[in-house]
């Protein structure tokens, strides 16, 4: 069965950074493509990120291209969102999802909140 497990999320002035985490579980992590996808409140899920299993193509939405940083650490069967310059409106619940540009399955989620 698939387990996915955010976290990282936290409060912090826009301008800040922040990292978040997602361990991985009951699945090839090492051969499986994977994606960060978030949602705003009162918003519709929206896909941010993805990475192929070897890390060798990385996909950006408009949004946060240039300010987020994708990775993995295979061995750990960890997937990372460096996220710098946060701004207000990347204020979300922040989930991992196994898969390219995929949406489920996904974890329970990591709530950010960035003040102005």
């Known amino acids: 069965e698939v387990h996915l497990a955010e976290s990282g999320g936290a409060w912090v002035h826009s301008g800040e950074s922040l990292r978040l985490s997602c361990q991985a579980s009951?699945?090839?992590?090492?051969?499986?493509?994977m994606s960060w996808v978030r949602q705003r409140p009162g918003k519709e899920l929206e896909w941010i990120s993805s990475?192929?299993?070897?890390?060798?193509?990385?996909f950006y939405d408009d949004s946060v291209r240039g300010r987020f940083t994708i990775s993995r650490d295979n061995a750990k069967a960890t997937l990372y969102l460096q996220m710098t310059s946060l701004q207000p409106s990347d204020t979300a619940m922040y989930y991992c999802?196994?898969?390219?540009?995929?949406?489920?399955?996904r974890g329970q989620g990591t709530f950010v909140t960035v003040a102005s």
């Open positions: 990475m192929t299993a070897g890390g060798g193509n990385i």
């Open positions: 009951g699945f090839m992590f090492s051969a499986s493509s």
């Open positions: 999802a196994k898969g390219l540009r995929s949406y489920v399955p």
